[in-house]
């Protein structure tokens, strides 16, 4: 790998004498690392069952090092959610920011997922986390990432940062801006990013982050607190953009961030993390927290969901009258969508009706605090529980990741070492073995316990209902 010029004596000139350290790790192969999902999995429980060797990443107490020769993303507990891939020091941001369940979250530029999961586990499944994505094409793969997690309160957008806070105003309790940039930190990891930095370089990204910012600065409620990162080493990109914000919009502090072993304050000493691949096992990244003043500030801000939406919201509303929720329906007794009470009967913690719509023949549960009026490009609106066609209702894919262990009462169970596990996966009908019985009707397909998706049973056979999007390649 040829670094340029032009980067290396910038990098010289801000490292110093630690400059040899950090072109020597380049020399090094990138690390890779898991962060496991707390709503599926402890950290305890996964040092029992892990199939491979584990070292604790220092940021994130869910995170994990891979050891040499490990392919988490071709095996089984991958499918079942247990765990996201993710490059350690992106693992960063969204633990400075800590999220608690309860709080309206948002990541704005959040494919393809991995900081959007982190703050969606954080969350516990209460409030709401809008997880956007200027690209719709990127947002689908966000979406399956937080399906795949399990997230049960999350609203997956593709829109412009400036058409968001239209509609939120001062909404946010937490913010989570990782902004588009140079990519200088992950040189080694992707060495096709140097020919994207020699074409475009820093100044090309600045305006753009700066755009993003001050859209999300709009959408940050007093008291609440917004994490600003990126994956470059670029001062321009990172301290300026904490200089320009707090010189343009007084209604800002910068939060100091207590630094971990290996961590480095910015070039200036701001309070900031800087994280470099020759002080830490990870890429390069860059992490800066703000506060917007007045209301309650630190942990635990609007619990209670206390906070109106913005004007354009409010403007929204005005102008329908009666016609609140157009094209949303009210979910009427069971008996109105046939195998729905059937299947809602096996849940051990049936979803609650009160946030239950339909719309175009498909049943959602919508995060608390939801608007149905809220006009955004959607990919996803809450928790797909499942499709009503012909008045037949048929559980989803993500109903069944959103299920713990022991929640569904017509299970079947493999052993990771059975072979069947990946032939479900594929998408292939399973038989059963000596002495195995299948439930009737609609079963949840387990892997040590941990649901992968749904099959249904004729008693002899369970025709498989795996989502063809998600199989095995």
């Known amino acids: 790998?040829?670094?340029?010029?032009?980067?290396?004596?910038?990098?010289?000139?801000?490292?110093?004498?630690?400059?040899?350290?950090?072109?020597?790790?380049?020399?090094?192969?990138?690390?890779?690392?898991?962060?496991?999902?707390?709503?599926?999995?402890?950290?305890?429980?996964?040092?029992?069952?892990?199939?491979?060797?584990?070292?604790?990443?220092?940021?994130?107490?869910?995170?994990?090092?891979?050891?040499?020769?490990?392919?988490?993303?071709?095996?089984?507990?991958?499918?079942?959610?247990?765990?996201?891939?993710?490059?350690?020091?992106?693992?960063?941001?969204?633990?400075?920011?800590?999220?608690?369940?309860?709080?309206?979250?948002?990541?704005?530029?959040?494919?393809?997922?991995?900081?959007?999961?982190?703050?969606?586990?954080?969350?516990?499944?209460?409030?709401?986390?809008?997880?956007?994505?200027?690209?719709?094409?990127?947002?689908?793969?966000?979406?399956?990432?937080?399906?795949?997690?399990?997230?049960?309160?999350?609203?997956?957008?593709?829109?412009?940062?400036?058409?968001?806070?239209?509609?939120?105003?001062?909404?946010?309790?937490?913010?989570l801006v990782d902004a588009p940039c140079s990519g200088e930190g992950m040189f080694r990891k992707e060495p096709e990013l140097i020919k994207s930095w020699q074409e475009k370089g820093p100044k090309a990204y600045v305006p753009l982050q700066r755009e993003i910012l001050a859209q999300a600065v709009r959408m940050l409620r007093p008291g609440g607190e917004l994490v600003y990162s990126t994956c470059t080493f670029s001062e321009e990109e990172d301290e300026g953009a904490v200089s320009w914000l707090l010189a343009n919009m007084p209604e800002m502090e910068l939060v100091p961030i207590k630094p971990w072993e290996g961590a480095a304050a910015g070039t200036g000493r701001e309070p900031v993390i800087r994280l470099f691949p020759h002080r830490t096992e990870g890429e390069g990244?860059?992490?800066?927290?703000?506060?917007?003043?007045?209301?309650?500030?630190?942990?635990?801000?609007?619990?209670?969901?206390?906070?109106?939406?913005?004007?354009?919201?409010?403007?929204?509303?005005?102008?329908?009258?009666?016609?609140?929720?157009?094209?949303?329906?009210?979910?009427?007794?069971?008996?109105?969508?046939?195998?729905?009470?059937d299947w809602e009967a096996l849940l051990a913690n049936p979803f609650g009706r009160e946030r239950m719509k339909k719309r175009e023949g498909q049943l959602y549960l919508l995060p608390e605090g939801f608007d149905p009026g809220w006009r955004l490009r959607y990919l996803r609106t809450g928790l797909l529980l499942g499709t009503v066609e012909k008045g037949r209702f048929e559980p989803s894919q993500a109903a069944a990741m959103?299920?713990?262990?022991?929640?569904?009462?017509?299970?079947?169970?493999?052993?990771?070492?059975d072979g069947r596990v990946i032939r479900y996966l594929k998408g292939e009908s399973l038989l059963p073995e000596e002495?195995?019985?299948?439930?009737?009707?609609?079963?949840l397909v387990c892997v040590d316990g941990f649901p992968l998706g749904w099959a249904k049973s004729s008693g002899r056979m369970l025709k498989n209902k795996y989502y063809p999007g998600w199989r095995w390649q």
Request: some cysteine; glycine content about 12%.
């Open 285 to 341: 990244h860059f992490v800066a927290l703000f506060r917007k003043k007045g209301g309650n500030a630190g942990k635990g801000i609007n619990r209670a969901g206390t906070s109106n939406a913005g004007e354009g919201a409010a403007r929204q509303k005005a102008g329908r009258g009666e016609r609140k929720y157009p094209g949303w329906e009210d979910v009427g007794s069971p008996e109105d969508i046939t195998g729905f009470s």
């Open 1 to 175: 790998m040829r670094l340029p010029e032009a980067f290396l004596e910038r990098m010289k000139r801000m490292l110093g004498e630690e400059y040899d350290s950090w072109l020597k790790a380049y020399g090094k192969d990138p690390v890779q690392g898991i962060r496991i999902n707390p709503a599926k999995v402890s950290p305890e429980e996964w040092e029992r069952i892990s199939p491979w060797g584990l070292r604790p990443v220092l940021w994130n107490r869910d995170g994990f090092y891979c050891e040499e020769g490990s392919r988490p993303a071709k095996d089984v507990y991958y499918y079942a959610g247990l765990y996201y891939v993710q490059e350690p020091s992106a693992m960063a941001p969204a633990a400075v920011l800590g999220a608690e369940p309860g709080q309206r979250v948002l990541d704005l530029c959040a494919a393809p997922g991995g900081k959007s999961t982190q703050l969606g586990a954080q969350l516990r499944g209460h409030g709401i986390l809008v997880s956007n994505d200027i690209s719709a094409s990127r947002a689908k793969a966000l979406l399956k990432n937080l399906e795949m997690a399990g997230i049960t309160n999350a609203c997956v957008t593709a829109e412009e940062p400036g058409k968001l806070a239209e509609t939120f105003g001062e909404y946010f309790d937490k913010i």
């Open 402 to 417: 959103a299920l713990g262990r022991g929640e569904f009462a017509h299970t079947f169970s493999l052993k990771r070492e």
């Open 435 to 443: 002495g195995e019985e299948f439930p009737a009707g609609w079963v």
